[in-house]
Nanobody, 124 residues
Framework: QVQLVESGGGLVQASGSLRLSCAFI????????MGWFRQPPGKEREFLGG????????YYEDPVKGRFTISRDNDKNMVYLQMNNLKPEDTAVYYC?????????????????WGQGTRVTVSS
C-alpha cells in the first residue's frame, strides 16, 4: 500500500515562490513515476507535470512550463514541486500522485495513488 502526504502549501504574493513536498510512504518508490495535479476553486482538476522513475525525465503542461520544476529524491522517498513566478491563477489545491507506469510525454488522466492535497493561495 502507498500513502502520499503533501506539505508546503500556504499564502504567497504574486511573483513569489513556493516549494511543495510530497512524502511517499511505502515500498518501491523508484518504481513509480510521480506527478502533480491541481484543482483551482470551482474548476476541474488539471495535470501539471510528472517525473520518471529515476528522475532523469520530466514533462510539463504548458501553463506551468518554465515556471514550475518537479524533482525527486529516491533516497528520501520525496518528490518536490518548485513553483516560481506565481500568479493569482495558480491558486488551487495541489495534489501529488504516483503511477506504476513510467513517465510518458503526455498528460496523465489518472494515477494509482493520490495525496490529500495542500492548498496554495496566491494574492495579487
Amino acid at each position: 500500500q502507498v500513502q502520499l502526504v503533501e506539505s508546503g502549501g500556504g499564502l504567497v504574493q504574486a511573483s513569489g515562490s513556493l516549494r511543495l513536498s510530497c512524502a511517499f510512504i511505502g515500498r518501491t518508490f523508484g518504481s513509480y513515476s510521480m506527478g502533480w495535479f491541481r484543482q483551482p476553486p470551482g474548476k476541474e482538476r488539471e495535470f501539471l507535470g510528472g517525473i520518471s522513475w529515476s528522475g532523469d525525465t520530466t514533462y510539463y503542461e504548458d501553463p506551468v512550463k518554465g515556471r514550475f520544476t518537479i524533482s525527486r529524491d529516491n533516497d528520501k522517498n520525496m518528490v518536490y514541486l518548485q513553483m516560481n513566478n506565481l500568479k493569482p491563477e495558480d491558486t488551487a489545491v495541489y495534489y501529488c500522485a504516483a503511477d506504476h507506469v513510467n513517465l510518458q510525454p503526455r498528460r496523465w488522466n489518472g494515477a494509482d495513488y493520490w495525496g490529500q492535497g495542500t492548498r496554495v493561495t496566491v494574492s495579487s
